[in-house]
Each structure stands twice: as C-alpha cells, then as structure tokens.
C-alpha cells in the first residue's frame, strides 16, 4: 500500500520568513515523490520532483524539497516567502512498479503580507 | 511546453444525467493518462490510470460502468460520469504523462461538474 500524509491543513506566516511544508509517506520500496501546487479556482501545476539521487531537490518559483529516507519524509521549503505564494499545496508518491500517483490532503498556505 | 487541455471547463447536469468530458494532450504523446476526482474540500482521489498498450486499471469505488474512459490514441482520452449525483460533483482533472520530459505527469484545467 502507499499513502501521503500532510499532517498540517493550514500553515499561515508573513512575507519573508522560511516556510516549510510538512509531507511523510508509506511504502515498501523506493518512491517517486512530488510536489505540486493549487491557486484558488484553478488545476495543479507542478513544482518539483523526486526521483533518486540528490537528497535536495530544486523546483521552480523558488522552490525546494529535501528527501529524508531514515523518516520518509520529503518537505517543501522556500526562503523567503512571498505573499504569491499563498495557494494549496499537495504532496503526491508514485509507486515505482504501478504507476499511480496518490496525494496527500494538501497543506493551506497562507503569507500574509 | 507540455500543454494538457480539458473540455469543458464547466458544467451544470440534472442529477441522473451524464456528462462527458475530454482531455487532449498537446506537444507531446501521452502515453498514460490518469483521471483524478477533487470533490469540494477534498484531495484529489485517483479513478483509474489508462495505459497505451495495456487495460485500463480502476481504482477501489470506481468503476467501468459508472466512469468509461476512451484512450484511443496518444494525444486524447475522454471520461463519462454517468448518471451523475450529488456525490459526483467537483473538479474532474485529467493528467498525462510524457516520458520526453522525464516522466512528469501535467495536468489539464479541470472539467468542474455541478450537479443540481
């Protein structure tokens, strides 16, 4: 079985400071992992993924995503914030043998200018 | 770029009514085509991941009969929701995925269904 967890539904914090999405996963072998973002009334537009290799991944709008095996966690950053980057935010894991993409709950993000 | 188009962007059916909704992928083939469900307030729950070459796989509370989806080639898929109800709303988004740019699935704007 695979599964995303985003244990926060909201995160809130002002322009300029760090912001860092929390996102843990569960499978038995190697994953593919992914972030991808929402605006308001709009589809999913991708940001970055995680492959193998590099344990930080670099996306675009600034984006980045550490890969933590040892806690199967794979977090979104970004420094500094801006209030554009307000939107909702969803972890997604393949399966390296089945091609399905699960995602997460998604994570409200809101930078407050 | 990789462009994913979805149609129609919106509609409103009578509950036991169907609606039809198309995903074209453009600049790239697609060669497998995923359809998700965003029901309002939710994530985005996987229906069912149509392959070139392979049968088309439903995921759990999904079904053949409730969701047929066309993939006739590698630049278009359709999906139907049949006899829509309440349950069915939200924004169906269809993904693609193109093995030239490293295997990323991008998806359509999404075909919203509001069912009255």
């Known amino acids: 079985a695979q599964s995303v967890d985003q244990p926060d539904a909201h995160v809130t914090l002002y322009e300029g400071a760090s912001l860092e999405l929390r996102c843990s996963y569960s499978y038995s072998a190697a994953p593919y992992l992914f972030w991808y973002v929402q605006y308001p009334g709009q589809s999913l537009q991708f940001l970055l993924k995680?492959?193998?290799?590099?344990?930080v991944v670099k996306g675009t709008k600034g984006f980045e995503a550490e890969f933590r095996k040892s806690n199967s966690s794979f977090n979104l950053k970004k420094s500094p914030a801006h209030w554009s980057d307000s939107a909702k935010y969803f972890c997604?894991?393949?399966?390296?043998?089945?091609?399905?993409?699960?995602f997460g709950d998604g994570t409200q993000l809101v930078v407050k200018p | 770029g990789a462009l994913v188009y979805q149609y129609p962007r919106r509609t409103i059916c009578k509950s036991g009514t169907s609606m039809r909704m198309e995903c074209q992928a453009v600049g790239f083939q697609a060669t497998s085509v995923a359809w998700y469900r965003q029901s309002p307030q939710k994530t985005f729950e996987l229906i069912a991941l149509s392959t070139v070459n392979s049968a088309i796989k439903y995921e759990q509370n999904f079904t053949q009969e409730k969701f047929p989806i066309s993939h006739p080639n590698l630049s278009f898929s359709s999906m139907t929701v049949l006899n829509a109800y309440l349950e069915d709303r939200g924004l169906y988004l269809c993904?693609?995925?193109?093995?030239?740019?490293?295997?990323?699935?991008?998806f359509g704007e999404g075909s919203r269904l509001i069912v009255v």
């Open positions: 993904g693609a995925r193109d093995r030239g740019f490293g295997n990323t699935l991008y």
């Open positions: 995680y492959i193998t290799g590099d344990a």
């Open positions: 997604a894991l393949e399966g390296r043998n089945n091609n399905r993409i699960f």
